[in-house]
C-alpha cells in the first residue's frame, strides 16, 4: 500500500534548510541513487519536491523509509564536515590493533583517541623520518665514495694498459743495463787484467747473456 503524502513528507523532516544549495544536493543525491526528478518548482519546500518525485513510484513503506534514513545520514554527514574543518577517514587495520583502539575508546569516541595519539606524537614521528632520511642520505654518500673494487681488479685475460706497459718496459730495460754492466766486468777483468776465464765464469757470462737477450 502507498504512504500517504503527508506521511511522506515527514520522513524528511530533518532536511532542515531550503537554500539552493539543498536543492542541488537533494537532486544530486535522488539522481545518484536512480530516481528521475523533475524541474524543481517548489520555492521554500524542497521536502515536498521529494516527496512529488516518490508519488509516481509509489513504494512501499518499508523501502521509502529504509531511503529516507539513509538520505539523513548522508545529510547529517554534510553538514558535520560544512560546520566543522573534518574530514572522513576510512581505513583497515590489523584485528589486534582495532581491539586496543577499542579498548582506549571505552569512555571517549574513536576519532577523538585518534585525533589525541596524532598530535601527541605527530612531532616525534616527524623526527624520526627525518633522522631515517638523513641516515639513507649518508649511506648513499658513502657507497658513492667508495672505489669501484672491480675496476681496481685488472682481469687476467684483459690487455695491460699502456702505463703498466710503460712500467715493465723502464724496469726491463733496467735489467738489461746491469746484465750488460756485470758482462763487462767479467770481460775487462778476462782482457784488462789477465785473469783466467775458467769454466764458471763462463758459465755465469752466458746465463746472463741469453737471460738479458731473452726478455
Request: hydrophobic letters at 35%; glycine letters at 2%; one cysteine or more.
Amino acid at each position: 500500500m502507498p504512504i500517504p503524502h503527508p506521511e511522506l513528507i515527514k520522513l524528511f523532516d530533518f532536511l532542515d534548510s531550503d537554500t539552493p544549495a539543498t536543492i542541488n544536493w537533494v537532486q544530486r543525491y535522488l539522481t545518484k541513487h536512480g530516481i528521475s526528478i523533475s524541474h524543481y518548482t517548489y520555492q521554500g519546500a524542497v521536502k515536498q519536491y521529494i516527496a512529488e518525485q516518490f508519488i509516481p513510484l509509489q513504494p512501499t513503506h518499508a523501502d521509502i523509509t529504509l531511503f529516507a534514513q539513509r538520505m539523513g545520514n548522508a545529510w547529517r554527514i554534510r553538514k558535520h564536515r560544512q560546520k566543522k574543518d573534518v574530514v572522513s577517514l576510512s581505513v583497515s587495520l590489523d584485528k589486534s590493533v582495532a581491539n586496543k583502539l577499542s579498548r582506549m575508546s571505552k569512555e571517549q569516541k574513536k576519532a577523538d583517541v585518534v585525533s589525541m595519539l596524532i598530535k601527541e606524537n605527530f612531532q616525534e614521528f616527524v623526527a624520526e623520518k627525518n633522522r631515517q632520511k638523513a641516515k639513507r642520505t649518508e649511506e648513499k654518500r658513502t657507497l658513492t665514495m667508495q672505489p669501484d673494487q672491480a675496476s681496481l681488479m685488472q682481469p687476467l685475460n684483459q690487455p695491460p694498459s699502456e702505463t703498466t706497459q710503460v712500467l715493465n718496459q723502464s724496469n726491463r730495460a733496467e735489467e738489461f743495463r746491469e746484465a750488460m754492466i756485470h758482462l763487462y766486468d767479467i770481460i775487462f777483468c778476462a782482457n784488462e787484467k789477465g785473469e783466467p776465464i775458467d769454466d764458471q765464469t763462463l758459465i755465469q757470462a752466458t746465463k746472463i747473456y741469453y737471460t738479458a737477450f731473452n726478455k
